[in-house]
C-alpha cells in the first residue's frame, strides 16, 4: 500500500509521543520549527548524517529495523564522541509512493526504540517523497557543559591512543554482502543479523563519551564512522600532530580473516569511539562496560605510522573513506 | 569535472569561514558534532527542509542560484512564521558523481549570501554521493525569547487573519513552467528570474516575524509554505477554531490570471506569514516594509470558508498539500 506523507506524518507524531526524553522540548511536531530549551551552563551540540539507500545501506541487504536504527545511531555516535548527552533527534523522511507500509513502520519502530534507550525524543523533521529510494537524514541535538566537549583538535605529543570495542567488523560484512549478497552470512535471517549485530546494529559509545569527559581524561575524540586510518588522521590534522599505530594491539573480532587488517585500518561504521588521553594516566580496561583498547601514541610532527610485528615502521596513509567511498 | 566529497567538504569550510553570525557557533565546521552557545534566557528553535531535484526543484527549470537560494530560504521562513532570529544553518548535501564544479559553486554562493543576509552561519552538515540528482537537507537553528516563540496554537474566535505580501505567485509560475518549460516566462535568461523574484527567490519574512513577537500582537503564526487553505488548516486544527477567508481580500501579483485565486488559495512555496492577531487591535498596514492585509477573521468550530464577492460562503478545504504533491 503506498503511504502519503500526511500518513506518514501522522504516524511519526504518535509514535513519537512517548518518551519525552530530557524534558528539552517545549514545542515538537506540529509547528514550524521545534522549540529546545537550553538549560544554564549548557551548550547545544547538533550533528547531521545522511543515511541514502544505494550509497549508505541496501533494502535487500538491510533489514528496514537495522536502517531505522543505524539511521539514528550515525548521529547518536557524533554525541558520543563529543562527550554529550543526546536529546533530542529531527528525521527528514523522502519515500518512494510505492513503498510498503510494513517498511515504514519497521524503520519507525526500531528507530525510537533506539531514541527511548538513549532518553532522546523525536521532535521534528521533514517528509516528502522520493523519485529514488529511501533518503533519510537525521538529526540529532544534544547538551554538554559549556566549554567542556571532546574535540578533535586537544590530542598532544606523548597521548596514548585508545579505540573501543573492535575495528573492521562492519566492513567486513560489507564486503561478504557485496561478493555473496545475504546468502554470505549464514542461511538464517534471523541469526545473520543478530551475529553481526555490531553492522546491523550499532550501539552508541554514549556512556563512554560521558564518562571521558567526567573523568577529564580524554584530549581529544572522533567516533570510528570513515576508518580508523581516516579519522586518526581528522585527530592528528585538527590537533596539528602524528600518530603510531601498533598494528598487533588493534582489537579485532575474532572469526575475521587474516586480511582483517585491511579492514580494521580503513573500514568505515564500526561507530566506536577513537580518543586521545595523556600517557601518564592509565586508563581502566572497561569503560562502562565497553572494552578499551591502547593502540598506539601520539607523535611530533604531522604522519601516521603503522608499527607491524616486527617492529617495522611503515606510513599509514588515511584510506578509509576514499576506499569505502561508493558505499 | 566530478566533485569529490572531500573537495566538496573543502569548498563549503572555505566558503563559510566568513561570516560569524551572531556568535553563538563555538565550534562548526570540523568536529563530529557543532557547539552552539545558548545565551541565557532564550530557547533553541530547530527546523529541517528537504530539496529534492525533481521533488522540489528541477535543475532544467531553477537556476543552482535560485536552487541554493530556496534551499536555506525554506528554513529561514520557519524561524521566521516562529518569531526567531536564525542564528546557524546545517547543510546536507548529496550530489550526483558527474555534477559540474560550477553547478555546486553557484548553489553554494547563493546560499551563503542569503546566509550572510540574515547573519547566518553555515555550521556544518554531511557530504555524500548521490545516485539519483541533487539532493538537499537544510537544518536552520534560531532563538527566541524563551516562551515566546509564536505557535501555531494561539488562535482564537474573534481574531483576525492577516498575510504578508501577495499570494499565488509560486505555483503560478510553477504551472507555466510545467506547461512550457522555462520559455513560457520571456526570452531572456535574466529577467525571467528578476521578473519572478519570489518563486526563485523568495525572501523570508523574518523581520515581520520578529516585529510581531517583539509587539505581542499574534496570537498564532505560520509560513505559507504548503498553500494558504492548508497553512491555515493548520492554525485552525492546532488552535481548534475555524476560519472565514474574505476571496476579494486575498492579495493577489497584478498581471496573474482570472485563474489566480486557485493558486493564492492552495499554490505553496510564496513563503508568506499568515498569522493571527486580536480583532480590537488595528495592525499597520506594513511591517518592516512589508505590506500586510487582513483576509479574514477566525471563528467557532472547525470549520474553514471562503466567502465570494457576492457574499456567498462555501466551504475552504484544505487542499494546497495534495494538490502540489507531485511538486
Do not use: N
Not at 19 to 32: C, E, H, K, L, S
Not at 63 to 83: E, K, N, T, Y
Not at 275 to 292: E, H
Amino acid at each position: 500500500m503506498p503511504l502519503t506523507e500526511k500518513a506518514l506524518i501522522r504516524r511519526i507524531r504518535r509514535q513519537a509521543k512517548a518518551p519525552r526524553g530530557r524534558g528539552v522540548v517545549r514545542t515538537g511536531i506540529g509547528d514550524d520549527a521545534a522549540v529546545l530549551e537550553c538549560p544554564a551552563g549548557f551548550e547545544v551540540l547538533l550533528t547531521t548524517d545522511f543515511s541514502l539507500e544505494g550509497v549508505h545501506f541496501r533494502r535487500e541487504w538491510h533489514p528496514p529495523d537495522s536502517v531505522g536504527h543505524r539511521c539514528l545511531a550515525r548521529g547518536l555516535s557524533d554525541i558520543a564522541a563529543m562527550g554529550g548527552e543526546p536529546t533530542a533527534a529531527f528525521l527528514s523522511l523522502a519515500l518512494p509512493a510505492d513503498l510498503a507500509q510494513i517498511w515504514v513502520d519497521r524503520f519507525m519502530t526500531a528507530l525510537l526504540r533506539l531514541a527511548k534507550q538513549f532518553e532522546v525524543q523525536l521532535a521534528g523533521g521533514d517528509t516528502a517523497e522520493s523519485t529514488a529510494g529511501v533518503l533519510a537524514d537525521i538529526v540529532v541535538v544534544g547538551r554538554v557543559p559549556a566549554g567542556k566537549a571532546l574535540l578533535r583538535s586537544g590530542a598532544r605529543s606523548g597521548d596514548s591512543i585508545y579505540v573501543t570495542g573492535e575495528l573492521g567488523r562492519s566492513a567486513w560484512i560489507l564486503s561478504l554482502l557485496r561478493e555473496g549478497g545475504l546468502a554470505a552470512l549464514g542461511a538464517k535471517a534471523k541469526s545473520r543479523y543478530t551475529a553481526h549485530a555490531p553492522h546491523f546494529y550499532p550501539q552508541p559509545r554514549v556512556a563512554v563519551g560521558r564518562w571521558l569527559r567526567e573523568q577529564g581524561l580524554a584530549t581529544a575524540a572522533i567516533d570510528v564512522s570513515d576508518g580508523l586510518s581516516t579519522d586518526l588522521g581528522h585527530i592528528c590534522a585538527e590537533s596539528g600532530v602524528g600518530a603510531l599505530v601498533r598494528e598487533a594491539a588493534i582489537p579485532r573480532p575474532s572469526g575475521l580473516p587474516t586480511s582483517s587488517l585491511h579492514y580494521a585500518l580503513h573500514g568505515g561504521e564500526d561507530y566506536e569511539l577513537l580518543f586521545t588521553a595523556p600517557g601518564s594516566r592509565p586508563l581502566p580496561s572497561k569503560i562502562a562496560g565497553v572494552r578499551v583498547t591502547r593502540i598506539g601514541e601520539i607523535i611530533r610532527g604531522r604522519d601516521m605510522w603503522l608499527v607491524d610485528s616486527h617492529g617495522q615502521r611503515k606510513p599509514l596513509p588515511p584510506r578509509g573513506w576514499e576506499h569505502f567511498s561508493g558505499r
